[in-house]
């Protein structure tokens, strides 16, 4: 039998063949490709007896490049040498019976089947494994949103922007859209892996004020794979759900409780992941096992740091990251029990959009100072539309831009957490949206040191173990304590009030950028 495109694959090691699906992976695209050094690390978190069992059954349900598949593949047509000696039939074997796909397109469709069968049309004569269907075990179909008072039932998406005409692509994955996935190939699967799409855009608010928003649906891969109960699941998806994320709370509070989550790996910057990739608040991938419970295996690697600790993913109320971090906050809380977060205005303090810029002028009717991101202005109380008590008070303005792009350390390692506009409003001093408010005082000296407080590593240091991207919330300010603000704090003095040792200090130095 002439030499296949298998053979060659494990002939030598030593042979350095550009992979076109790491060169893939490196370009920027609206979807985040993933290097099949990525996949292999995830499979190796698997028991590796799964690769030298003929009847383990795989599924990647948002094929892509197909890499998922490819790199399994690989380890079958090793692990399954011995049972089965003759190459094709093993191929044959592996490529009918034990991997299947779901492509999120049909040019992803092409190119997975490509990757996997080499040959975009598995029953043709190029096709390593030859398939009565043009698609193989890798199967795509057009699927339509199913629009319910204007939105998807399954995902959300908006009529007004995904009720597309024929011939364009709906992006309504055929895995999250129906009730019953199970139906799909009609079988159970041991192991589900993938990497699937994060986030659909979508219009929210009225004919008013209509805005677009990334909403998250990865989470639903995640939920709609653990309704098939496979042995394994094992997803690479955004970490914001870790302490945010566009209506993931619900999600965030299953995974937190999900006793089967037995690892779990995160990148704080994303591009130690995906290299050409920017991806808010870093990404992470997973291991569920599902005869298993217990603490989590938790690996954060962030630049050249790897740490890993098993712990409990419930312990705080949002997931925390940094595992250096964990004894401070530990440490925090067992000295108090009221927090900055209580006095945390909501994302829309005066409901004053962030466009409203004001008038130029001060007059009889615009008597407000109203603060905005292109600088000051002026408007009437009739502008405020809700939380009118902050008004004639002395509060504290915080930007809801609050940390560096895509929430990524600098050069330095270190993070730049809340910025230097954050100051005191004054009585008679509103602002738009593009901000929050701390405390409602009716002395400027206490507002005063709140501010300063908020200027302070350890302040700020706190702030990061609860934001997951850029936005700043009232969950960011879950693990400040309150304290007397009658009285101006020092970092010295919170290190020494809650019994840091120096390697912990070090460890908050090390992190936090100063403050302008």
């Known amino acids: 039998m002439a030499e296949t495109f298998f053979d060659k694959i494990y002939k030598s090691k030593t042979m350095h063949t550009p992979d076109v699906l790491s060169c893939l992976a490196n370009l920027s695209n609206d ?43 690989k380890r079958l047509l090793v692990g399954l040498k011995d049972k089965t000696p003759d190459l094709q039939q093993r191929i044959d074997h592996i490529f009918h019976k034990q991997l299947f796909g779901i492509a999120i397109t049909e040019l992803t469709s092409l190119l997975s089947r490509r990757s996997l069968y080499c040959s975009k049309y598995p029953n043709g004569e190029y096709s390593v494994s030859r398939f009565d269907s043009p698609e193989g075990n890798i199967r795509y179909r057009r699927i339509k949103h199913t ?18 005409g024929e011939g364009k692509e709906t992006h309504a994955y055929e895995f999250i859209h129906t009730f019953e996935p199970e139906k799909i190939f009609n079988m159970k699967f041991d192991v589900i892996i993938s990497n699937p799409p994060y986030q659909l855009d979508t219009v929210v608010g009225d004919t008013t004020n209509v805005s677009k928003q990334a909403k998250p649906i990865y989470n639903l891969f995640v939920q709609q794979a653990k309704k098939l109960n496979p042995r394994y699941l094992s997803m690479i998806i955004p970490s914001r759900w870790f302490a945010g994320g566009l209506g993931l709370d619900s999600f965030r509070q299953e995974m937190m409780e999900d006793k089967h989550i037995t690892n ?88 004053i959009p962030t ?9 009889n009717v615009n008597i407000l100072t ?51 506009s954050m100051r005191v409003l004054l ?21 005063d040191n709140l501010l300063e407080y908020l200027r302070l590593k350890f302040v700020r240091f706190l702030v990061l173990q609860a934001v997951s991207s850029i936005h700043i919330s009232k969950t960011s300010f879950t693990f400040v304590p309150m304290q007397d603000f009658s009285k101006p704090w020092t970092d010295e003095e919170l290190y020494k009030k809650y019994d840091l040792t120096q390697e912990e200090i070090d460890f908050i130095e090390s992190m936090i950028k100063p403050m302008e």
């Not at 690390?41 to 028991?47: I, V």
């Not at 892509?64 to 490819?70: N, S």
């Not at 964990?326 to 108090?336: C, F, L, Q």
Request: net charge neutral; hydrophobic share 35%; aromatic share 10%.
């Open 31 to 73: 979807e985040v490709f993933t290097p099949p050094d990525v996949v292999n690390k995830m499979l190796d978190l698997l028991p590796q007896e799964l690769f030298k069992d003929p009847n383990t059954t795989f599924l990647d349900p948002a094929c892509k490049t197909g890499v998922f598949l490819r790199e399994i593949a």
């Open 147 to 164: 629009w319910v008072n204007e939105k998807c039932k399954f995902c959300g998406a908006s009529k007004e922007q995904w009720d597309r």
């Open 264 to 351: 779990l790996i995160d990148f704080t910057n994303a591009k130690d992941c995906f290299p050409q990739n920017s991806v808010s608040g870093g990404v992470c991938y997973f291991l569920w096992e599902r005869e298993q419970t217990g603490l989590c295996s938790f690996t954060n690697i962030s630049g050249n740091k790897v740490t890993t600790e098993n712990r409990s993913l419930s312990e705080f109320p949002v997931v925390v990251r940094y595992n250096a971090a964990v004894d401070i906050i530990r440490k925090v809380r067992a000295t108090t029990n009221e927090y900055l977060k209580e006095i945390v205005s909501p994302i829309s303090p005066f409901a």
């Open 355 to 363: 466009k409203v810029t004001g008038a130029a002028q001060k007059n």
């Open 370 to 420: 109203l603060y905005t991101s292109k600088g000051i202005g002026y408007c009437p109380t009739t502008e405020v539309k809700s939380n009118s008590q902050y008004i004639p008070m002395y509060k504290i303005m915080v930007s809801q831009i609050g940390a560096e792009h895509a929430g990524e350390p600098g050069k330095d390692g270190k993070f730049r957490v809340l910025t230097s």
């Open 427 to 447: 009585p008679n001093e509103v602002c738009t949206n593009s901000y929050v408010l701390i405390g409602k005082f009716d002395n400027k000296q206490i507002a």
